[in-house]
């Protein structure tokens, strides 16, 4: 399960512009990686593109996911592959009831194709939502439909539970949320840690990493990592600020 | 009737260009198998009844620097080829329906405005007017990449029912702001603004609708070149018996074009105010945004109107969307401001402002901001 | 399909003797044939035994047709014909097809869609007669013992005259469209409702129970009267293909609510693609009582629809829950739907989606008109279309018109294709393309879906389902 990024170029499709800029990265199986670093830096460009968004477009580079070629499947391909990717703003789906979605996608990518029974499934999803301290309507509402921000990141949260990914992609979960709700939602995410499971979490704030505590920290500026190091390094991020990395960037270089 | 009317067209125009002539001639006798409506026959019966065919005394001021601005009976004989393509023909068609074309042949003033390619304007032009013409008619031509600010006013002194036309041609990448508030003193009014915009082009309409008389209002926009965007807002205010008529409209005909129109209106007394909105996306304009909002505060029990937007749309790769709603006064926040000490008429005219505001906050010049804000301050009795 | 066959179909199902002979090498021909003059107008209300009040209206309104002339707005009707209509036909007339005859793609959805296999037969044109004789006796038991009268409309000018003459095209009259003064003239079956004063009809009346070849038709007249304080809800349709050998479907349907009354009227159509439905639906909604369209149309080659409820005494309510779906080059999909407010504090609603695509058209058409009395009145209309490809279009022309200033309009549409955001964000989750576009379009028509009682939602849900494939891509 280990994902391999290997010099990644992409673009923004409409304007042409170059936001990744050659980013290497190795998630090993079984390990938690944290990606941090100042906004508008390509954080966000970079977990979209592994997913496969269509705003954006690959001009070079590769990322494979246990051996297996990424960038040439569909967005549906991937996910079946065992990729998760909770998103930032996740959209919202009218007329669609959470729980329904929640099934077809289970269902969708079951490995043996057959779908999950009907006890099994409301029992799974009564677990998480009691993990992640959700009301009991969350499920019957439409799809992130009037949830507000902290609602629609725990949303992310019970989707990932329940479609179990061999490794999660979690666009700034932490942002929008109070400290008890940062609590539960690091959590559910302990409460997915296995040998075979991985993740990389992007974080503008060091604190959920007091939570989840990464393997490894990664520091992204101007579409390349420039830095990484163990937990330690998001520590002394706290205190120093991304100051120091300004500094590269406006020269060029990166480590 | 239009052998005697010809012949006073002919008479009034004498000392035009040739071409002017035959232009005009050509209207004047056209005009009866074009199509009219119920909203052109009062006023077309006034003119053919008593034609006002007096000229403008046209005096060119300075050349201004770096763009020529000439009353438009003298720029025809300074600028015929350019005149004689566009006067009428690409935004403002003579030959749509006859007050078009009456329009035409019945033309006694106006405005040329020609801002070359690259030229930049800084200081708004100011198409200010007050005189007696019945048809009144600005020709703007915006050269590729120039810029420039037009703020129309005219104040029509004529009782008989007047025609100001303006017509405003953007090249490539071209961007015009245009201010409008006219006046009128006659019963019956018409005010027509169309565009015909190439790619990549911008132009921002505010349009103040403060007059106190009846008005048939027309303002179009083609957004023909790719990439060209129009945004239009207006704001309206209706009182006693007037009616007013607002017909707006916006053709995507190019990829990525965005046509948004907003209008908001105050109807008092017994008067009436239509707002009629079309944008219509055609086959082939992917990508393109249409928008529409018409919005409609009635004050009392018997003013009302109409708000109807329409989308046409032939492309599906489109962002379309309209609102419209007709409605009074929200009752709980009249009791709130008059809670606080405001009368009954301080609580609506504060509400009122708040309702049209929030288009005006919208132009972008702070003097023009301020001028409307007068202006409507003014036609609400306050002031 | 053989001479034997044709001969055995039509003994089993007609009920009575032809007075035109029965000649063994060519069908049964009746005199009223093709095309329409005051004798058929005439024939038709003799073989029904009508009193001569119907006879009279059938014969005003056949010389009211003949002054009118088709609508000048919405889709293209010069291709249907009305003078090579089939005027008058009698159980004898629904030849019966052979399953053989009926073609794939209507069996393929049937076997898509787990349409039971009787049920097949019948939609299919197969059988003229639905074997339901058993339920429905159960049914008509019910409602007699509550005093509800629910049957066919030419029995009903039978039984209940007064009650019909009451009311019949008081409320759309011959002079409304050239449709209804066609029907108005030549109408043959439908549905007749009332219900008493403080009765409330439990389970939903369906049209199905009491259809047979007899009253099915294009020319349906239907009547429905609910007194009082009382309540009905009425479903027709099914969301499976009909085939119909009609091209003309102009029905009229007039309902009348009395104060504090309730109805809902649900229609599914999914007429074939040959099928011009072109009907005339009107309510009026007296003080305080709610009239509730449900209106589904699937398919058909045009459709122009736009029920309408005037809102005619204090404190009414109408309520307008469609959709649209234009799926194909042929099908133009011209709906919408009317309120008229007339009194004070009425309101309306009128949710309505549509959705187009392989060319199809779907065209919202609506008007919100409050008058000089509808002081304090509000209404709320939400208008949204899904463009699914390029070939396909839209247009949304509300007209919203008052005439006094105490009131509340509010009226929003949206255009779009199916968002790449919410396609984007389905299919990460492991979802595909096309099980995405789905759940996005079934999210999009949930309104309309929740109201449905549960079999259609169902089927309702299987059809789009089958419509959607192959959809993407």
């Not at chain 2, 046209?58 to 009353?71: I, K, N």
């Not at chain 2, 005149?83 to 074309?101: H, S, V």
Request: charged share 25%; aromatic share 8%; with cysteine.
């Amino acid at each position: 399960m280990t994902l391999v990024v290997k010099n990644l170029h992409a673009k923004v499709k409409e304007s042409g512009e170059e936001i990744l800029k050659g980013v290497d990265l190795t998630v090993p199986t079984g390990e938690v990686h944290a990606i941090m670093g100042p906004n508008g830096n390509g954080k966000s460009t970079l977990v979209s593109t592994i997913m496969g968004y269509p705003a954006y477009e690959v001009t070079a580079g590769s990322v494979t996911f246990d051996g297996e070629d990424v960038l040439n499947k569909s967005v549906t391909e991937r996910a079946r592959m065992g990729m998760f990717l909770g998103m930032q703003y996740p959209a919202e789906i009218p007329g669609v009831k959470n729980v329904d979605f929640i099934r077809q996608a289970m269902n969708a990518t079951q490995p043996d194709g057959k779908p999950v029974p009907v006890m099994q499934f409301l029992q799974e999803l009564n677990e998480a939502k009691e993990l992640l301290q959700m009301p009991d309507d969350i499920t019957d509402r439409y799809l992130n439909v009037g949830f507000s921000g902290g609602e629609k990141k725990r949303n992310e949260v019970l989707q990932m539970m329940m479609l179990k990914p061999k490794l999660a992609i979690l666009d700034e979960i932490d942002s929008g949320l109070d400290i008890d709700a940062l609590r539960i939602v690091a959590n559910g995410i302990n409460h997915m840690r296995t040998p075979q499971f991985s993740a990389l979490l992007i974080t503008h704030y060091e604190r959920l990493l007091e939570y989840v505590k990464p393997d490894r920290v990664l520091v992204m500026v101007d579409g390349r990592v420039v830095q990484s190091g163990g937990p330690e390094l998001a520590d002394e991020l706290e205190e120093g600020g991304y100051a120091k990395f300004e500094q590269l960037r406006k020269d060029g270089v990166h480590e | 009737m239009n052998q005697e009317l010809l012949e006073q067209v002919q008479v009034a125009s004498q000392h035009q260009p040739a071409w002017l002539q035959q232009k005009r001639q050509l209207a004047t006798l056209r005009s009866t198998d074009l199509p009219i409506d119920h909203w052109q026959e009062p006023m077309v019966d006034c003119w053919q009844k008593r034609p006002n065919l007096t000229k403008t005394n046209e005096q060119v001021t300075t050349s201004p620097a770096g763009y020529v601005d000439l009353p438009i009976f003298i720029a025809a004989e300074q600028y015929p080829e350019l005149l004689q393509e566009n006067l009428m023909e690409k935004a403002i068609d003579w030959q749509a329906n006859q007050i078009n074309a009456l329009h035409l042949a019945l033309l006694n003033g106006g405005r040329f405005i020609y801002v070359p390619d690259g030229a930049v304007v800084k200081q708004p032009i100011e198409l200010a007017y007050s005189g007696t013409e019945c048809n009144y008619h600005n020709l703007v031509i915006v050269g590729a990449n120039a810029q420039v600010t037009i703020v129309e006013q005219v104040h029509a002194q004529n009782d008989q029912p007047s025609y100001v036309g303006t017509e405003l041609l953007l090249g490539d990448s071209a961007k015009v702001d245009y201010y409008q508030s006219n006046t009128f003193i006659a019963d019956h009014n018409w005010e027509s603004v169309r565009a015909y915009q190439a790619g990549d082009s911008l132009l921002n309409m505010y349009v103040a609708l403060f007059d106190r008389h009846h008005l048939v209002g027309d303002f179009h926009s083609n957004l023909d070149g790719d990439g060209s965007n129009a945004n239009f807002k207006m704001v309206g205010i209706a009182t006693h018996d007037q009616l007013q008529e607002i017909n707006t409209r916006i053709d995507n005909h190019g990829l990525h074009t965005d046509g948004e129109i907003l209008q908001n209106g105050v109807v008092k007394d017994q008067a009436v105010l239509n707002f009629h909105a079309v944008g219509k996306i055609y086959q082939g304009a992917h990508q393109s945004a249409s928008n529409q909002e018409s919005r409609l505060l009635t004050l009392t029990a018997e003013s009302h109107g109409e708000a109807d937007p329409v989308l046409l749309i032939e492309d599906n790769d489109v962002n379309a969307g309209h609102a419209a709603s007709i409605g009074q006064v929200n009752p709980d926040q009249l009791y709130y401001l008059q809670s606080r000490g405001l009368t009954l008429m301080e609580a609506e005219i504060l509400l009122t402002k708040g309702f049209l505001l929030p288009v005006i906050e919208k132009f972008p010049d702070q003097h023009l901001r301020e001028r409307t804000i007068n202006e409507l301050l003014e036609r609400l009795g306050v002031q | 399909m053989s001479q034997e066959e044709d001969k055995k179909a039509i003994q089993k199902f007609s009920q009575e003797h032809y007075e035109y002979g029965f000649h063994d090498d060519v069908q049964p021909i009746f005199s009223t044939g093709i095309g329409l003059t005051e004798d058929t107008v005439r024939e038709i209300s003799r073989r029904k035994n009508e009193p001569q009040w119907m006879l009279d209206i059938r014969l005003n309104a056949y010389h009211q047709y003949l002054k009118m002339k088709l609508p000048d707005f919405g889709p293209d009707l010069s291709k249907l014909d009305l003078s090579q209509l089939r005027y008058f036909q009698r159980p004898t007339d629904h030849v019966a097809r052979s399953w053989a005859d009926v073609p794939e793609e209507m069996k393929t959805t049937f076997e898509k869609m787990g349409v039971p296999e009787a049920e097949r037969q019948y939609l299919a044109g197969a059988t003229a007669q639905y074997e339901s004789e058993v339920v429905y006796a159960n049914l008509k038991r019910d409602l007699s013992r509550h005093g509800i009268i629910f049957m066919d409309t030419d029995t009903a000018v039978q039984k209940y005259p007064e009650i019909v003459k009451k009311y019949f095209a008081t409320l759309v009259h011959p002079d409304d469209n050239i449709f209804a003064a066609l029907n108005t003239a030549v109408w043959s079956g439908g549905t007749f409702i009332y219900v008493p004063k403080g009765v409330h009809a439990d389970e939903p009346l369906q049209s199905f129970f009491r259809i047979n070849a007899e009253n099915t038709g294009q020319f349906e007249r239907t009547l429905i009267v609910v007194d009082e304080d009382a309540s009905v809800n009425y479903v027709e349709g099914c969301t499976a293909p009909v085939y119909s050998e009609d091209s003309l479907h102009a029905a009229v349907v007039e309902v009348f609510v009395k104060p504090r009354g309730f109805c809902r009227y649900t229609t599914i159509q999914n007429w074939s693609p040959n099928v011009y439905s072109l009907e005339t639906k009107r309510a009026v909604a007296d003080e305080n009582a709610v009239m509730e369209w449900v209106d589904g149309n699937l398919g058909s080659k045009v459709t122009m629809k736009y029920p309408s409820v005037y809102l005619r005494g204090r404190g009414a309510k109408g309520t307008m829950l469609s959709i649209a779906f234009a799926n194909g080059k042929v099908v133009d999909q011209d709906t919408g739907a009317r309120m008229i407010h007339q009194a004070p504090d009425t309101s309306s609603t009128i949710i309505s989606k549509s959705l187009c695509r392989a060319g199809g058209v779907c065209d919202y058409r609506g008007e919100v008109k409050m008058d000089e009395n509808a002081h304090g009145s509000s209404s709320h209309v939400e208008c949204d279309t899904i463009i699914m490809d390029d070939d396909s279009s839209s247009d949304t022309i509300p007209l919203n018109k008052v005439a006094v200033g105490d009131v509340a309009m509010e009226h929003e549409a949206k255009v779009s294709k199916v968002s790449e955001e919410e396609l984007y964000y389905l299919m990460s989750r492991g979802l595909s393309e096309e099980a995405a576009t789905k759940m996005i379009v079934m999210g999009f028509i949930e309104p309309f879906t929740k109201q449905l009682p549960m079999e259609y939602a169902v089927e309702l849900n299987r059809l789009i389902d089958f419509q959607m494939e192959g959809s993407v891509g």
